[in-house]
Nanobody
Framework: QMRLVESGGGLTQAGGSRTISCVVSGSPFKIGGMAWWRQVPGKERELVAQ????????GYADAVKGRFTVSRDNTKNTMYLQMNNLKPEDTGRYYC?????WGQGTQVTVSS
């Protein structure tokens, strides 16, 4: 069964940078499109960034365009989210998503 494990979360000051990762294991098939979502308590989970199978096409939420970069290394079954110029409103739990599968998330907290 496919398993998604996120890592790299933590506390960062506003204006700083952080990279989070998602490692996928247990998939008998080639991993397709992948996405990062984030959620804060009391709010719906929102799509942050997505990337296609080859990594040639990406998409971002307006709130993170120009600051976040999603990438993937298919040799390592890993997706990354490079987050620059972090803002307090970027605080949330970040989840990796592949199809119907979700990871447990990694907490990113940005202090002002």
């Amino acid at each position: 069964q496919m398993r998604l494990v996120e890592s790299g979360g933590g506390l960062t000051q506003a204006g700083g940078s952080r990279t989070i990762s998602c490692v996928v294991s247990g998939s008998p098939f080639k991993i397709g499109g992948m996405a990062w979502w984030r959620q804060v308590p009391g709010k719906e989970r929102e799509l942050v960034a997505q990337i296609n199978t080859s990594g040639s096409s990406t998409g971002y939420a307006d709130a993170v365009k120009g600051r976040f970069t999603v990438s993937r290394d298919n040799t390592k079954n890993t997706m990354y989210l490079q987050m620059n110029n972090l803002k307090p409103e970027d605080t949330g739990r970040y989840y990796c998503n592949v199809g119907l599968q979700w990871g447990q998330g990694t907490q990113v907290t940005v202090s002002s």
